[in-house]
Structures are given as structure tokens and as C-alpha cells.
């Protein structure tokens, strides 16, 4: 009996003490402060093998959104018909520059700026796969800012752009622009179409029309690399202009000459070294309503002839221009008036002086259009032959 009565004991007691070492292990998750943290580190037991399992599974799959995957395929697509131009101006005190360069064709023509190459004594090509030519300069045309180099190289490493079309653009549109931007080499920025038919004045007095502005981010080096759309074609050859203010750089207005001009310069530029711009040979102003009252004019709207050159198409065709001064509010200087108004070209309205810009580089020199013009009150077509823009 005494030996059942010990066991029994015995079993008592340890029943006990596996209920002390339970209530031991539980009462510090219980208690409303952590007065035993040094029992802490036994919780750490317990994460081992979740992240061992975790480290056995495959990792997840990149996501992108479609417009990202669109982005990239382009610019791999693209990238390679991208050239780095580097440009020794021996005159220059910076030793000449860096800018971007369009692959053309198979036949080593490549497409920039005309200001990237003014003054150049030697120019670099320097392409994706690492392979440096020498260019030599076919034609450039300062009015269009546009210039074609030529190398010679296989024609395995010249991978064309594909031209598109900026007769039908729309404000919005995607706008990507690959270039090298203070030399660092195939850059790509994204962005929209922010405007259309921007008329830029060059320092030769004459301008460029049709001009595409955009967000995309243009930087000095990104001058005569492309602007795509979102099929990955050519819709503009950008060109960058110097902010007025102090620090320089991108201030989310960058232009590119519409593809459209492109395709009509550089042709003509390859094969004869410069392009024919054809040309009216006047001066002129948009009427405002100032000038519509101080010269009791019957029409508001159009352009009004102020000078016809002398020995110019216009002149020829009998156009007429200002015959006496009037002082107009507004203006800093008197105004040539009782000259031709000239209200349409070829049957498209005119605002001002722009549209007549924007119709002509549309034209070609020889060609003929019709200018309609209010003169002492009467409506009248003068045909008129552009000559080339002297």
C-alpha cells in the first residue's frame, strides 16, 4: 500500500510542476507590462520554419502597366536608330559640343540640327553598338534648322527610324523623345504633345512653322534627336532652345520641327546641299482691333500688307503695300497702311501673318497660288509664282 501511496505522490508532483512550467511560459503574454523580457528570445523559436518555406517559393513576376510596356518596347526598338554626335569647333572656347542624331536610311544619312553642326571642323558619329565614323556634312538649312551628316559605315549597324506623319497630331498625344542630353547617352523622356502649329522666329528673320511643343523634358545634347508617337514613329526632330532664365535646362517647353517639314527639307538637302524655301517677298502685320479702328479698315481680319519687295514675286504680280504712316495705340512704331489686305491664300483663311507662313511651307518654289485681298474695299485674286526666299 505505502508503494501505490508514493507513486501516487510521485505522480502529484509532477503533475504540478508541468502546471508550474505552463503557467510560467504563458503569464508574461498575459501580464498588462513585460517585467520578464529576458524570456523574450524563446518566441524567436517558433519563426524559423515559416521563412524557410517562404525562401522556396518562385518570386513573383514584374508587373506593368500597358503604356510602360509600350514605353519600353519602343525605346528598344528605337533606341539603336539614335546616334551621339560629337561635334570639334576648334574656335569655340569649350572645343565644340555634343548633340543627337536620326538614322535616315541605309545609305549612312543621318538627320539633326542645323545648329548643332554650325562651325564644326570635325564630327563624330557614335552609335549603339559602340562604333565610332567620322561624318561629313551634306546640306544644312538655318530656316529649318535642319542638317544632314553622311557616314560610312556597314550598313548592318544603321538601323532607320520609321517616319510617321504630323499632319493629323492632337494635343495630348504620347510624346517620347530618346536623345543625349549634357552627353549622357541614349536618354529617354517622356511625355505629351502640349501644343500644335507654333510658329518660331529664327535669327535669320524668317520661321519655322508648325513647330510641335511638348512636355517631354529637352535638354542641351537632345538637339536633332527624334520625338515618336506612341507607334514608335518619327513625328518631330527636336530641337532645344535656351530658357531665359538663369539656371538653364528643361522648363517643360520643348519644341521639335513636325516630321512633315522634315521629309520635304531633307531630301532636296541630301541631293543639292540646301533646300529652296518658297517665298512671297512681303512684310506684314495681323490686324487687331487697334489697328482695324485707327485705319477704318472693312475687314477685321487678315494680314495687312505693309511692304512688297522690290524685284519679289508679290511685287511682280502687282500685290501693293503701305503707302503712308499712321500712328496705331499699341504700336511702338507707325504702321504702313493703304496696302493690300490679304484675307485667304488658296482659298484658306488668314488670321495673320503666320497662316500665310504655315500655307507656304506647304508649297514648293514655281508653284503658283492665289492670294485674296481686299483693296479699297473690293475683294480681288491675284495669282501669284513663289520665287526662293533669298
Known amino acids: 500500500m505505502s508503494n501505490l501511496r508514493d507513486r501516487r505522490i510521485l505522480i502529484g508532483i509532477a503533475v504540478v510542476v508541468v502546471i508550474l512550467l505552463s503557467c510560467t511560459c504563458t503569464l508574461p503574454a498575459l501580464g498588462p507590462s513585460a517585467p520578464q523580457t529576458k524570456q523574450t528570445p524563446l518566441v524567436v523559436v517558433v519563426t524559423a520554419t515559416p521563412a ?17 510596356q509600350i514605353v519600353i518596347d519602343i525605346y528598344k526598338r528605337a533606341s539603336p536608330g539614335v546616334v551621339y554626335i560629337q561635334v570639334i569647333d576648334r574656335e569655340d572656347e569649350e572645343g565644340g559640343g555634343s548633340a543627337s542624331g536620326v538614322v535616315y536610311d541605309r545609305e549612312g544619312h543621318i538627320v539633326t540640327n542645323a545648329h548643332v553642326i554650325e562651325g564644326a571642323d570635325a564630327i563624330q558619329v557614335y552609335f549603339s553598338d559602340d562604333t565610332v565614323a567620322e561624318a561629313e556634312i551634306l546640306g544644312t538649312d538655318a530656316d529649318a534648322d535642319l542638317a544632314v551628316i553622311k557616314v560610312d559605315v556597314p550598313s548592318e549597324i544603321l538601323v532607320p527610324l520609321e517616319m510617321g506623319t504630323s499632319a493629323h497630331l492632337e494635343v495630348g498625344q504620347l510624346a517620347i523623345a530618346i536623345g543625349n542630353p549634357y552627353g549622357y547617352e541614349r536618354t529617354l523622356t517622356v511625355g505629351h504633345i502640349s501644343a500644335l502649329g507654333r510658329v518660331l522666329r529664327q535669327e535669320s528673320g524668317f520661321s519655322i512653322a508648325e513647330v510641335i511643343q511638348t512636355d517631354a523634358a529637352i535638354n542641351p545634347g537632345n538637339s536633332g534627336g527624334p520625338l515618336l ?14 530658357p531665359s532664365n538663369p539656371i538653364g535646362g528643361s522648363v517643360g517647353i520643348g519644341f521639335a520641327v513636325p516630321v512633315d517639314e522634315v521629309q520635304q527639307v531633307v531630301p532636296d538637302l541630301i541631293s543639292y546641299g540646301r533646300y529652296r524655301h518658297p517665298w512671297l517677298g512681303i512684310r506684314g502685320y495681323a490686324l487687331g482691333p487697334e489697328m482695324v479702328r485707327a485705319l477704318a479698315l ?20 502687282g500685290l501693293r ?7 496705331v495705340p499699341g504700336y511702338p512704331e507707325p504702321i504702313p497702311a493703304r496696302g493690300d489686305i490679304i484675307v485667304a491664300i488658296d482659298d484658306r483663311p488668314v488670321h495673320d501673318m503666320d497662316d500665310i507662313i504655315t500655307h507656304l511651307q506647304r508649297t514648293r518654289v514655281g508653284q503658283t497660288v492665289a492670294l485674296t485681298i481686299i483693296r479699297d474695299g473690293e475683294q480681288i485674286t491675284l495669282p501669284v509664282e513663289l520665287g526662293e526666299r533669298p
Open 52 to 68: 524557410t518555406d517562404r525562401t522556396d517559393e518562385p518570386p513573383r513576376p514584374e508587373t506593368k502597366l500597358p503604356q510602360e
Open 321 to 327: 503695300g503701305g503707302t503712308e504712316k499712321v500712328e
Open 298 to 317: 472693312s475687314v477685321e481680319q487678315g494680314a495687312l500688307v505693309a511692304e512688297v519687295i522690290e524685284g519679289g514675286p508679290s511685287a511682280g504680280a
Open 229 to 242: 508617337d506612341s507607334s514608335g514613329r518619327v513625328i518631330g526632330v527636336n530641337s532645344y532652345y535656351r
